[in-house]
């Protein structure tokens, strides 16, 4: 049964988050006067950022309840570990985006146990 949009609303703020953060390193790599402009660490959270791009996509697409849970566990570990390098750069605004991410995890999480549930009548 294909999900509707509201089972895949948790996915698609995980994609935008990841976008944005995406494209707040990635300004900040290329931008001089940023403070890390050109250094590894943001060029590893412009990868990030890809990875979790890239697993927003994937995670409506997963079938079962196993691996999408640990596709979840994947992704949390991506997002707090984007958020720790974002700390350690003083980028704030990948940090937010994160979090945004992190709400949509929780959302997609929420949502997918909502539809799971039989209906008590």
């Not at 895949?8 to 976008?19: E, F, K, N, P, Y």
């Not at 409506?60 to 979840?72: C, E, I, T």
């Amino acid at each position: 049964m294909p999900q509707s949009r509201s089972q895949r609303l948790g996915a698609i703020v995980l994609l935008v988050a990841s976008i944005v953060g995406f494209a707040i390193a990635l300004y900040a790599y290329f931008t001089p006067l940023t403070g890390v402009n050109g250094t590894l660490g943001a060029l590893v959270a412009i990868l990030a950022n890809i990875a979790l791009a890239v697993m927003a996509l994937i995670l409506p697409a997963l079938k079962g309840n196993a691996a999408r849970n640990v596709w979840r566990v994947l992704i949390l570990l991506g997002l707090a570990g984007t958020f720790f390098a974002a700390l350690l750069l003083h980028q704030w605004w990948i940090c937010v985006a994160m979090v945004v991410g992190l709400i949509g995890l929780i959302l997609d999480l929420a949502l997918a146990t909502r539809t799971a549930r039989p209906a008590h009548t």
